[in-house]
């Protein structure tokens, strides 16, 4: 056909929707008068865009009634708020709790509240999880839990008694509509959100013992958003849904938080790594160990990657990694990492 | 008409994943971006199907909402966020034509006064029949296959000519050439299978 229509019949929709590049329509008019066919097509190609426009053009309204972006804005943040205001450390937090609750609202339909996510929870179970484990901020916080009752006796190591809870609390959630376990874990967490230690550094500054480990309560924050990110990745990779890490400036303080308890985890003893870890394009560097040694060998990994090994998402031979010099001292560093289990 | 550069999809599709990222993890700023940049397009798609400039602005609303409020509901690796914006944008607006035509027509029977139809325009049968038509085109515009529809809004709302549209979309120009050409003949296949419709027509939309 395009030999005897000079590539016409191709063109004739592009040309109908005046689409076509300029000086790109040169040939159609001329071949329009010689040729009956394309010119009935043309016709009614022209007629269909005359139609998709409505008709007369002399009646179409101009699109200038735009109340501005106060006008448009106003309605999204009733549909979803804006984050709360809190100071610095509180924010990736904030910004991961708004994460999760946008996969939340994803759920229903053939997206269901009991996809398996990770070991033997569905994806209700994994949000009653959360509750369980962002209790012990709110409940240092002075913040009312709901605290099922004990099981275990009393001076059970901080382990088991977290396991017994963390089952407690899934098992009452079970009990509930998945709606009702949403908001319970978004009502504490904007009450985490709400307290004085969230707005103010000075407070956060102070340190407690959650989970075994001792931190300012600003980094429990942090480990509360690495921990709802983590969970927000799970539920995502679950529902088939691709989770953004969180934004690089959010990231680099996860990072740096994890690269300190790894550190402390090896020890000042351990063969120094010098270890860098990649966020947004660029290294963040620090070495790790000994610090009277020559360094032995050097581990790089990206930042999504390192976070996934300790939060025990990845094992350590599946990270990806560029790494030189002593591959002993390298591995020691990615076997530690993931034995943190952070999570 | 407001024109933004013309991307390659391989350039567009990271600046998309960012915004998106920034538009999940609540950053408000990302949000006034998106409606910085797209906000002409989505009223320009709306006003065109609904010929209303507050339902233009209603639909707005509703684009920009839901993008702020289901931020999954967009997914960077399927498509870039300004034709899925306009698909959007072209969808409610269709909606709200439809919801407006079974009014009027409840309306109508009410008053057992078929053919009082009320409209802003000067009113000639043939403008209601072009009117019905257009809507008609715009529901079949709405249920084409997403790789014909991009191709359809980005040369018909976002003003790219057929090659523009093959980069942004990252197909060769032969395929958008094509692709414009199956969805227009498609369209024009729609509008004579019912030559002569207005009243099932509404039905049909409905």
């Known amino acids: 056909m395009t030999d005897d229509h000079d590539g016409v019949p191709e063109l004739l929709a592009a040309w109908a929707l005046g689409a076509l590049p300029p000086g790109g329509g040169r040939a159609v008019p001329t071949h329009l008068a010689g040729c009956e066919t394309c010119s009935a097509e043309a016709v009614r190609l022209r007629e269909t865009v005359r139609l998709l426009d409505g008709g007369d053009p002399a009646s179409a309204p101009s699109g200038n009634g735009a109340t501005g972006i106060d006008g448009v804005l106003g309605p999204a943040l009733r549909a979803r708020p804006a984050l709360p205001r809190v100071a610095d450390h509180a924010v990736p937090y904030a910004a991961a709790v708004a994460g999760l609750g946008a996969l939340l609202r994803e759920l229903g339909g053939r997206r269901s509240w009991s996809t398996p996510v990770v070991h033997d929870w569905d994806v209700r179970d994994t949000v009653g999880h959360l509750i369980a484990a962002d209790q012990e901020l709110a409940r240092h916080l002075g913040l009312e839990v709901r605290v099922p009752p004990p099981r275990g006796r009393e001076a059970t190591p901080w382990e088991a008694d977290w396991e017994t809870r963390t089952a407690d609390v899934i098992a009452y959630e079970r009990t509930r509509e998945p709606s009702e376990t949403v908001a319970e874990w978004a009502a504490q967490s904007s009450a985490l959100l709400a307290t004085a230690e969230a707005r103010d550094p000075e407070l956060a500054s102070r340190a407690a013992t959650l989970m075994g480990t001792r931190l300012p309560v600003a980094d429990h924050f942090l480990t509360r958003a690495f921990e709802a990110w983590i969970h927000a990745d799970d539920i995502g990779r679950a529902l088939g849904l691709a989770v953004p890490p969180p934004p690089d400036g959010h990231l680099r303080r996860l990072v740096r938080l994890a690269v300190r308890v790894l550190g402390a985890a090896l020890g000042p003893s351990a063969p120094p790594v010098l270890f860098a870890v990649t966020v947004g394009g660029e290294d963040a560097r620090w070495v790790l160990g000994s610090e009277d040694d020559p360094v032995r060998g050097e581990l790089a990994v990206d930042a999504v990657d390192f976070c996934r090994l300790v939060g025990g998402r990845r094992a350590p031979d599946e990270v990806p990694r560029r790494s030189t010099g002593d591959e002993a001292a390298v591995r020691a560093v990615l076997e530690r990492a993931a034995s943190l289990a952070w999570l | ?206």
Do not use: C, N
Request: no cysteine.
């Open chain 2, 1 to 206: 008409m407001p024109v933004e550069p013309t991307l390659h999809k391989s350039e567009r599709a990271p600046l998309d994943a960012e915004l998106h990222r920034r538009l999940v993890y609540g950053d408000e700023s990302a949000l006034a971006e998106a409606y910085t940049a797209y906000a002409g397009l989505v009223r320009r798609v709306a006003v065109r199907v609904t010929r209303s400039p507050a339902a233009a602005e209603d639909v707005a609303q509703e684009v920009f909402a839901q993008l702020w409020s289901r931020p999954y509901a967009f997914d960077a690796s399927r498509g870039s966020l300004r034709t899925w914006l306009s698909m959007l944008a072209h969808r409610r607006a269709v909606d709200w034509v439809r919801s407006e035509a079974r009014h009027r027509k409840d309306a109508a029977a009410d008053d057992s006064a078929l053919h009082a139809i009320p409209d802003t325009g000067p009113g000639p049968d043939e403008a209601v029949v072009d009117r019905e038509r257009s809507l008609l085109l715009h529901s079949a515009l709405a249920e084409l296959p997403q790789p014909q529809r991009e191709v359809v809004h980005l040369a018909y709302f976002a003003g790219r000519t057929y090659r523009q549209a093959a980069v942004e979309l990252g197909i060769p120009e032969g395929t958008a050439k094509t692709r414009l050409r199956s969805a227009l003949r498609k369209l024009a296949q729609a509008l004579s299978d019912t030559a002569d419709p207005p009243d099932p027509l509404w039905e049909r939309g409905a």
